[in-house]
């Protein structure tokens, strides 16, 4: 397969996804270039020209990247769709790099943007006196299930046959859609970035899953199946209490959120009367072992990044978030950092003293205060 | 061995640790009564008058009681010594029920108090109107280590050396501790009922390690052990941190407590330099296992009990107990109910308004505001 739309894409983050997502659009003859910061990490790619991969039915093939770099400037010059494959904490420095360098008309996806990654990233350009007209926009969650076993290789394992995409605002996102959609139909309108940050299912299953099962995973090295063993009837309670706390931050702030059940049976047909159920309905969830650390980024991304977003737009608007707090207060205490600090505030989001109406009105038009006359 | 004294021991409550205390009372000649609430559970004892027991060092007794009833009258009739030994949430009720038939000179003693034990006792008489001149005295932790295999049977395992006792107010303590040496020289003054609730160890083990394993102890039953296992470095610090908030709300009320660090320094020669490490090098943590469900005592009685009343006294007196909190958050989520409002608040305790002047001449002297002219 090979694509003569002459679309120039620039992945950026070279990691188990990045690279996935590099290698799957170069060997269908895209033009890709690949960014990393570090460039230890991408030298062999630069040196073999390409990354083999091997897809979900067994088929192998090697995508020839057009540049391999870690100089964003050289990266992202003249892309149109700028794919961000990072961990969310590398958001805002992605963003700081690629501020001097944007041109009109580009457009940045963050996949995903946990919660809240495109009002940080737009924060962030703002910040750094960005004057280009560039979009950004968010997806739900990732778009692959894919590992790297070597430097320049990549598997897919899975694909999602849908993934929510918003833009900010969300008049962009069928022009955002109708870029993204000609490498990845799977791609579908979320009403608005509230609906992708908002329905991140990350921010429920992985810290919870994570520090309820703490000792589990550090006296065995995580050897037992996350889901299938660490989701009992009693776990599986307190994810439905936070999950409520999330889809009622969603209601407060007039977004209609899944909840975990109805996410699973609509993403894996896994039905169940209680959310335990559900999980273990889930064929999908059998086999996925524990992390075998607790420093993983089940806490240290998903702990200031998603519940810590979300905590603080359920107190700006009167939500009883009470279980994601004591959820962030346990990480902090057993990573011995502040996470409510170092994660996305409402500050760091650009939402610090916005109303609702003001919030609304910024993801639906991109109006806020500071860009009235 | 047989007893001259003639003292009258009324033993209340007939689980493990109160079958024990009443057979090892009674074996050693003392008139012992032994009260339950539930008739049923002590009916057995009843018809056969008495109590197997076995000791530390395997020899076999029978302790003969002279009373089994559930007439709570009957049960403290011309007792000089009350010994309470039920969990902490039957302590209220315990004192309710005790309050009209209390008599002038007749010494109650909670074992253990857990946290508050000793205010909440001599507030529900208070609010029950009783006059008699008693006095109330709480004990650290628990005589023994011990189990009840049968209806009319009890083992004990191991026996502390010393227990540490204060009566409230503590100029009652020599008086308190002079009665008890007599059956159980182990008992040794602590210096105020401050020191015997806020040394409570459980506190800080019992719900943190239950919570931070829960999802092992449901998924397998509690088949691992609890402190070797369940205690690993990362829940250790956890463990340090629940600690280390303890002992400051003890700093803020002018009260030395001990770490938990010394407490198995001194208690179990167990050292460390972390508390990880002195768990680990505890022999009597090695083969307790862990709880096999997550209806455990460990959380119903320790939150309520242990935790909320330290927490309450935290946030009264300006120390930052967030780790406690996101516990007692945590539990109230897994159980579905509000540890908070249902467990020992200042105001059961009768310390709702008082300063730290007026609680230390509470303990230390028995005079409070109410009680002034």
Not at 294 to 301: C, D, N, Q, T
Not at 327 to 346: E, S, V
């Amino acid at each position: 397969m090979s694509s003569q739309s002459g679309l120039q894409i620039t992945v950026i983050g070279a990691g188990h996804g990045g690279k996935a997502m590099a290698a799957d659009l170069a060997a269908r003859g895209y033009a890709v270039r690949l960014y990393n910061r570090t460039y230890e990490n991408i030298e062999v790619i630069a040196i073999r020209g390409g990354i083999e991969i091997t897809f979900e039915d067994g088929r192998r093939d090697i995508g020839y990247l057009r540049c391999v770099t870690s100089d964003i400037a050289e990266a992202i010059a003249g892309a149109q769709l700028i794919m961000v494959v990072v961990p969310a904490s590398a958001h805002r420095d992605i963003a700081l790099a690629c501020a001097p360098h944007l041109k009109n008309g580009q457009v940045i996806v963050l996949n995903p943007g946990r919660t809240g990654g495109a009002f940080e990233f737009r924060q962030v350009l703002r910040e750094a006196n960005c004057t280009a007209n560039v979009t950004i926009a968010e997806a739900e969650t990732f778009l692959f299930a894919s590992r790297s076993e070597g430097p320049a290789e990549a598997h897919i394992f899975r694909r999602k046959n849908t993934l929510p995409l918003a833009a900010l605002p969300a008049t962009q996102t069928e022009t955002v859609l109708s870029l993204v959609q000609e490498v990845y139909p799977q791609f579908i309108t979320a009403r608005n970035v509230l609906y992708t940050s908002l329905n991140n299912m990350g921010a429920i299953f992985h810290p919870a899953l994570t520090l309820l099962n703490a000792g589990w995973i550090e006296a065995t090295g995580g050897d037992f199946e996350f889901y299938i063993d660490g989701v009992t009837p009693s776990i599986g309670r307190i994810l439905e209490r936070l999950d409520r706390e999330r889809v009622t931050v969603a209601t407060a702030m007039g977004v209609r959120a899944q909840s975990a059940q109805e996410w699973l049976a609509r993403a894996y047909s896994a039905h169940g009367d209680t959310l335990h159920e559900a999980i273990h309905a889930n064929p999908g969830y059998r086999g996925i072992t524990a992390p075998r650390t607790l420093r993983h980024r089940y806490i240290f991304e998903d702990v200031p990044y998603s519940l810590v977003p979300i905590a603080e737009l359920g107190r700006r608007f009167g939500v009883d978030v009470v279980g994601m707090e004591a959820m962030i207060q346990l990480a902090c205490i057993l990573h011995g950092t502040d996470y409510r600090h170092r994660g996305r505030t409402l500050k760091r989001m650009g939402l610090e003293g916005l109303s609702l109406t003001e919030i609304t009105r910024l993801v639906e038009t991109g109006e806020d205060e500071s860009s009235q006359p």
